[in-house]
């Protein structure tokens, strides 16, 4: 022992592994998808050399005869940078169990919109309550709006609300909406291939990003205070915290990528964003949940619609033949009447409910009188409505809904009632008593001792008809 050296290296062991001997039997089995499993039954059972060790041997071995096999030079991870304001990459991410203070929010899940430019690492990150079409669309102008220009190429996984499948040449098939997004904002959409995430590893990590440093170890009140923190940590990691791929901090290279966008077009503050649809036999069209109603000499077409945040637009090729409030209800209805006015023609009484549900649609006050009034006055129903719809035509909405407001108050259910208010020569002053409002439009009307001295020569006039009467008809009834 004291004559050895004193650096002298240890003997290592050579022996061979009791499965080296199955090196070609595995390269079968792998090349035949066996299951681990599988190829120990056979080695054990194996005529010339059973296999007689532990399973555990066995398959770590094949692990790592498989794991060779992958690493070929065609697996190589590549990484590229870019240049200025070639490359953004987009992608969701999802929180469960979002750290909400709020009484009723506690667990709730909310999504994450992820956009991360590859030359200068700028991040956009948004969170919301879904992942459907339009949030996709809306985030991604934002996300524009946010860096100052649209970039050449926007680069997403095959989310179907971007990519809705591959063709024969194995090809993207955008999604109609997204399509068009790209067409009038003017950027190249792109496609990773299937299941190869790591071809936009700038916005993956940025979702682990946002997972690991911004919502881990923070709690929320709602999602308003959810959206202030997070504008706030993009500020710090986007002004003050040096990007670790780049060792600058993200605004800065920022700059030299503004100057190679694309301008915002003028459509990006109220963009519209496109479907196709269909007009039912009811004349309308389905948008979401809802029902639209357009001209109906259109049934059957195809029309384009843009759905702007407020509004709906329909065009039939170039022509706009339709706009709607837009309605964020369920299975709402939402109709003009005058669309409808080609069937009137035929239909008279269809046009008096439609006229109805219009009336009831525009607030609960009108759709409780016209309950009313159709069950007082049934006989002259078809007038009434008819009436009622040209008063709120001519006169507006507010105007007419405030008339038919005083008139239910006094329970005066009738469009001459309505009329006379809204016949009045000055609008009420705010502070005026409903009661001296009242005065004004009954001064406009018949007085009770009026009516009553009109109906007392009714009944002296069939008194003294029935008086006249009697002889004639018994003169008649001799002569007969």
């Not at 009791?18 to 792998?30: G, H, P, T």
């Not at 963009?271 to 809802?290: H, P």
């Not at 006050?365 to 009313?372: D, G, H, K």
Request: aromatic content about 10%; glycine content about 4%; overall charge negative.
């Amino acid at each position: 022992m004291l004559r050895e050296e004193v650096d002298k290296q240890p003997q290592t062991r050579t022996r061979s592994s009791a499965v080296a001997v199955f090196d070609a039997q595995i390269a079968d089995w792998l090349d035949q998808n066996l299951l681990v499993s599988r190829m120990l039954e056979l080695a054990r059972a194996d005529a010339e050399h059973p296999y007689a060790g532990g399973d555990t041997a066995f398959y770590d071995y094949v692990r790592k005869v498989r794991r060779a096999r992958k690493q070929t030079p065609h697996d190589l991870a590549l990484r590229f940078e870019g240049v200025p304001g070639e490359f953004l990459q987009i992608d969701w991410g999802e929180v469960r169990n979002m750290a909400f203070t709020k009484p009723g929010l506690e667990g709730h899940t909310r999504y994450f919109f992820a956009a991360r430019l590859k030359y200068s690492r700028f991040m956009y990150v948004s969170f919301h309550s879904d992942m459907r079409e339009e949030t996709l669309l809306r985030c991604l102008i934002a996300c524009f709006q946010t860096i100052g220009g649209v970039p050449w190429v926007v680069v997403t996984d095959n989310m179907k609300t971007a990519v809705l499948g591959r063709n024969a040449q194995h090809e993207p098939v955008w999604n109609p909406a997204y399509q068009k997004l790209a067409v009038e904002f003017k950027f190249h959409p792109e496609a990773c291939a299937p299941a190869s995430g790591n071809q936009k590893g700038a916005v993956e990590n940025l979702v682990k990003f946002v997972k690991g440093n911004f919502v881990a170890g923070r709690t929320f009140y709602d999602d308003a205070n959810l959206a202030e923190q997070c504008t706030q940590w993009l500020s710090h990691v986007n002004t003050e915290r040096p990007s670790d791929a780049t060792g600058q901090e993200p605004v800065f290279r920022l700059v030299e990528e503004q100057a190679t966008f694309s301008a915002l077009p003028s459509t990006a503050q109220d963009y519209g964003f496109f479907d196709c649809v269909v007009v039912s036999r009811e004349g309308l069209v389905a948008i979401e949940t809802n029902r639209y109603s357009v001209p109906a000499h259109l049934i059957g077409r195809a029309l384009t619609a843009r759905i702007h945040a407020t509004r709906i637009e329909l065009f039939a090729d170039q022509e706009l033949v339709a706009t709607h409030v837009r309605s964020h209800e369920q299975h709402a209805r939402i109709i003009t009447p005058a669309h409808f006015e080609a069937a009137f023609r035929s239909k008279p009484r269809g046009r008096v409910m439609v006229y109805r549900d219009w009336l009831c649609e525009l607030a609960p006050v009108v759709s409780r009188y016209v309950r009313e009034l159709c069950h007082k006055r049934r006989a002259d129903m078809k007038e009434q409505l008819l009436a009622l719809y040209e008063l709120a035509q001519d006169h507006g909405s507010a105007d007419f809904v405030a008339a038919l407001e005083l008139a239910a108050e006094q329970q005066m259910y009738g469009v001459e009632y309505v009329r006379a208010i809204l016949a009045l020569p000055t609008a009420p002053a705010p502070d005026e008593s409903a009661s001296v409002r009242v005065d004004q439009v009954l001064s406009c009307m018949p007085t009770q001792q009026d009516v009553e001295r009109d109906l007392a020569q009714y009944e002296r006039y069939v008194a003294n008809r029935d008086c006249v009467l009697d002889p004639v008809l018994a003169g008649r009834g001799e002569q007969g």
